[in-house]
T-cell receptor, first 110, second 117 residues
Framework: QKEVEQNSGPLSVPEGAIASLNCTYSDRGSQSFFWYRQYSGKSPELIMFIYSNGDKEDGRFTAQLNKASQYVSLLIRDSQPSDSATYLCAANNAGNMLTFGGGTRLMVKP | GAVVSQHPSRVICKSGTSVKIECRSLDFQATTMFWYRQFPKQSLMLMATSNEGSKATYEQGVEKDKFLINHASLTLSTLTVTSAHPEDSSFYIC?????????????FGNGTRLTVT
């Protein structure tokens, strides 16, 4: 069973702080990893993807990948109340299929 | 960027009727599309993989005769919920990769909220 695990949260951070979201995956064959944001009642929207070990930065977002530890993380700097949502981690499998984690609910408090 | 259009966004139907949901890739061709279902406060669950020109592949526990999938062209996949029942009420979301590459992200439609009364 290929799994992607996330802490369901909620993760509560004050406005302006760094939010750190974590994800582990079981399939060592996964090569690509994706972070999606999902607001309540809406469909997921892609935030970032990462293929290589290390960090990848895009604005306030930084994705981190450690394939040896099978660990992916997403850091959100200067968190805003509008960042409050559920963040889904996903790992690819064969045939472009993605396996999603259960999501972490982030709450940014003003 | 790649856009996936899904219609309708919301549908209410009576028990026993059928509902068709359309998923279109607007600016790219999608040989493969994925259909997900999401119940309240739960994660996305893959229902089936829709393949252009061939039969869909269903995940374990998903009834292929109840959830009919047709992928007649490179830009259109449809999901028909047949003889819908209240337990089928859920949020249905389609998605497609914009490239055949294994590293291609999935682009999601806006989802269809189905309520069966």
């Amino acid at each position: 069973q290929k799994e992607v695990e996330q802490n369901s949260g909620p993760l509560s951070v004050p406005e302006g702080a760094i939010a750190s979201l974590n994800c582990t995956y079981s399939d060592r064959g996964s090569q690509s990893f994706f972070w999606y944001r999902q607001y309540s009642g809406k469909s997921p929207e892609l935030i970032m993807f990462i293929y290589s070990n290390g960090d990848k930065e895009d604005g306030r977002f930084t994705a981190q990948l450690n394939k040896a530890s099978q660990y992916v993380s997403l850091l959100i700097r200067d968190s805003q109340p509008s960042d409050s949502a559920t963040y889904l981690c996903a790992a690819n499998n064969a045939g472009n299929m993605l396996t999603f984690g259960g999501g972490t609910r982030l709450m940014v408090k003003p | 960027g790649a856009v996936v259009s899904q219609h309708p966004s919301r549908v209410i139907c009576k028990s026993g009727t059928s509902v068709k949901i359309e998923c279109r890739s607007l600016d790219f061709q999608a040989t493969t599309m994925f259909w997900y279902r999401q119940f309240p406060k739960q994660s996305l669950m893959l229902m089936a993989t829709s393949n252009e020109g061939s039969k869909a592949t269903y995940e374990q526990g998903v009834e292929k005769d109840k959830f009919l999938i047709n992928h007649a062209s490179l830009t259109l996949s449809t999901l028909t919920v047949t003889s819908a029942h209240p337990e089928d009420s859920s949020f249905y979301i389609c998605s497609a990769p914009d490239r055949a590459s294994q590293n291609s992200p999935l682009h999601f439609g806006n989802g269809t909220r189905l309520t069966v009364t």
